[in-house]
């Protein structure tokens, strides 16, 4: 997926954060800066990003699977 460089930062850092979070440093949080975001746009992304990572564990670890509406067009970009 092409996103522009504001997005492709965002993603890197959200994908970063879930899978290691331990890795991040402050060159990570400067290039969201450099693609301009602002220290309260990262923050936000930070609590989006862990808030989801943590509810999804918890809904994981508790074998908590949902079924939703098989006609959403979102389903479709799931690999199976």
Not at 12 to 40: C, H, M, N, W
């Amino acid at each position: 997926v092409d996103l522009p460089a504001p997005e492709a930062q965002l993603v890197a850092y959200a994908v970063k954060l879930t899978r290691d979070p331990a890795s991040i440093t402050e060159s990570d949080v400067q290039a969201l800066r450099d693609v301009g975001f602002d220290d309260l746009d990262i923050v936000d992304a930070n609590a989006q990003c862990a808030h989801l990572n943590y509810v999804n564990r918890v809904a994981m670890g508790l074998g908590i699977h949902s079924i939703g509406d098989p006609d959403v067009p979102a389903y479709d970009a799931i690999p199976t």
